[in-house]
């Protein structure tokens, strides 16, 4: 059974995360706080999960610098969800944004790439976050990733051109037994992880 390792950095939906993918995978819980990024090649893939105590634009620079070598050196399937998304972000040079209001509830999110969520054109998902990822039309060639789905406040979810790394600014794991966003996360990682 392929072993995933979930970064808790803090997220109130950890249980959600266990209860989605402990059918399918071998979990491992790890609080941020005691990760070092040379324990990667442990696991075949890697969570980054959501967080409300710090962001990347404040103290999180300081708090998260073992995921952001993470990111740096590593090879292994980095998924990263809501701070997570945010935390690749900040790793990839990414522009990060203050929201005017926090963004919480049920969004509809459009997608850019359709194969990628199974034919779908846009997607119900559950969100909950005040930071924003933002890559302009003129900064999209040089991005050190493609954007897979974008909603009104920014970009929704992207993967890396090069290395195995995607990043949901969503919650897959909420309301997963309600939401398509929950089946899509559990296809998704068993299409990554196929090898």
């Known amino acids: 059974m392929k072993k995933i390792l979930i970064i808790n950095n803090d997220t ?7 209860d989605l993918l402990s059918p399918h995978y071998s979990l491992e819980l790890m609080h941020y706080s005691d990760f070092l990024h040379s324990m990667a090649e442990d696991y075949d893939a890697i969570i980054l999960s959501g967080g409300a105590n710090h962001s990347v634009l404040g103290q999180g620079r300081w708090l998260y610098q073992e995921q952001f070598r993470l990111v740096a050196q590593s090879e292994v399937p980095i998924i990263g969800v809501c701070l997570g998304f945010q935390i690749l972000a900040y790793a990839l040079d990414i522009e990060i944004t203050v929201l005017d209001e926090k963004v919480h509830g049920l969004t509809e999110v459009q997608i850019r790439d359709r194969a990628f969520f199974e034919g779908a054109s846009f997607l119900q998902v559950y969100e909950a976050h005040r930071f924003a990822v933002h890559i302009g039309k003129e900064q999209e060639v040089s991005a050190a990733v493609d ?3 974008e909603s009104s406040t920014g970009v929704e979810a992207f993967r890396h051109k090069e290395r195995p790394f995607y990043g949901f600014q969503f919650h897959p794991e909420v309301f997963h037994d309600k939401l398509e966003s ?14």
């Not at 109130?12 to 266990?18: A, D, K, L, S, T």
């Not at 929950?182 to 090898?195: E, I």
């Open 12 to 18: 109130v939906h950890i249980q959600e995360f266990i």
């Open 147 to 149: 954007i897979l789905a």
């Open 182 to 195: 929950g089946t899509f996360f559990v296809n998704f990682l068993k299409k990554l992880l196929v090898s």
